[in-house]
């Protein structure tokens, strides 16, 4: 059993293509597919995706990028959206200082509503982090001592310091195809200290793909190598490694677990 934890099955890269791109996944084990909001004007898409497939699983959100399109978005906007039995977490949102395609104070304007939306639909946040530490820790701290929240920081890919942030706040990390980059290994000596239930995998898919794909469009069939990189990493089984970030996914993702679907319908 493998779960590609955060994914983007909507974009245009896969037109045409997509239902191969899943039975793919499939055929390499993935039972979960969570696939990740960009922007609200996509959603229905994403959402008639997870209506023809059971195993694939929608978040809904405003990728920093996209911030300055949607200054009036509110945490209402987004809690509305969670009432699909199919959207199970918030997000993903954050912060980008490396493009910089949206102003500062916009993105951190939107990020602070994921958050109001995340504490108070109960579903997990999904964070995009780059280059932004100071500020990201600043956000998710002022949010945190009003009302607690759980999530995820997708594609982790920072300092020690934000790890152990994120880890004190109750947040998972999520291995992408970067650790299995050769340039990677202070990426790897992080994760190989990360807390076994803490862990989660995903592909990111389209972006990232790992070795030995690297170069050619990600797909969540490839999460396999991640998972093999991650095994490495930790000296353990690979069917460990898998059925751990498996379980950790359905205990931060409730409302896609058996235990949590009584809760959210």
Avoid at 149 to 167: R, V, Y
Wanted: include cysteine; hydrophobic fraction near 40%.
């Amino acid at each position: 059993m493998l779960v590609d934890s955060h994914c983007h099955l909507d974009f245009d890269d896969y037109e045409n293509e997509i239902d191969d791109v899943i039975a793919r996944a499939r055929e390499q084990g993935v039972s979960i597919m969570l696939n990740a909001g960009n922007n609200l004007n996509d959603l229905s898409g994403q959402l008639a995706l997870s209506e023809k497939y059971p195993f694939i699983y929608a978040a809904v959100g405003v990728h920093p990028h996209n911030a300055a399109e949607f200054p009036d978005v509110k945490a209402e906007d987004l809690i509305a959206w969670t009432k699909h039995k199919k959207v199970i977490g918030i997000g993903e949102a954050g912060l980008d200082y490396y493009y910089d395609y949206a102003p500062r104070d916009a993105q951190i304007r939107l990020l602070r509503e994921h958050i109001k939306a995340a504490q108070e639909s109960g579903l997990p946040l999904i964070i995009h982090n780059r280059d932004s530490e100071a500020d990201m820790m600043q956000v998710l701290s002022d949010g945190y001592r009003h009302k607690p929240f759980c999530g995820m920081i997708h594609c982790f890919n920072a300092s020690k310091e934000f790890a152990d942030f994120a880890l004190s706040i109750g947040f998972y990390l999520s291995a992408s195809g970067m650790i299995t980059f050769n340039k990677c290994g202070q990426l790897r000596d992080i994760f190989a200290e990360v807390p076994l239930d803490r862990l989660l995998v995903e592909t990111d898919a389209p972006f990232l793909a790992p070795v030995p794909e690297r170069g050619h469009r990600n797909e969540p069939a490839f999460v396999r190598h991640t998972v093999e990189k991650l095994a490495q990493i930790r000296d353990l089984p690979f069917e460990k490694i898998a059925q751990i970030t498996s379980d950790n996914f359905c205990n931060l993702f409730r409302k896609a677990s058996d235990k949590g679907r009584g809760k959210y319908q």
